[in-house]
């Protein structure tokens, strides 16, 4: 069985920084993908960017490039997402996601249809 667990959210200041943690556990092999995704209290999840673990690439929206970064360790069970810059307008519920066709990130990585598991979300609360 699949399984994602997000963690690391928490409560920053604007302009700090934080990472996320999404432990990947459950795939047949280590040739997956993962999707960050968020959603701000009265608004649709949005999607941030996603990271094939197998090097095929990474892949961002246009809102999250510059601040937002994803990678994978080496062991291939986790995926990060470090933000920077934070701003208040980031404050959301954020998600990781996996499609379960193995491979590279879905060409529409920023769709949540793509997407087949889900974490259980961490909150990120960023304060003015």
């Known amino acids: 069985e699949v399984q994602l667990q997000a963690s690391g959210g928490g409560l920053v200041q604007a302009g700090g920084s934080l990472k996320l943690s999404c432990a990947v556990s459950?795939?047949?092999?280590?040739?997956?993908?993962i999707g960050w995704f968020r959603q701000a209290p009265g608004t649709e999840r949005e999607g941030i960017g996603c990271v094939s673990s197998s090097g095929y690439g990474t892949y961002y929206t246009d809102s999250a490039k510059g601040r937002f970064t994803i990678s994978s360790n080496d062991a291939k069970n986790t995926v990060y997402l470090q933000m920077n810059s934070l701003k208040p307008e980031d404050t959301a519920v954020y998600y990781c996601?996996?499609?379960?066709?193995?491979?590279?990130?879905?060409?529409?990585?920023?769709?949540?249809?793509?997407?087949?598991?889900w974490g259980q979300g961490t909150q990120v609360t960023v304060s003015s």
């Open positions: 459950g795939f047949g092999g280590d040739d997956y993908s």
């Open positions: 996601a996996a499609p379960e066709v193995a491979g590279d990130c879905p060409g529409r990585f920023d769709s949540l249809d793509e997407y087949d598991y």
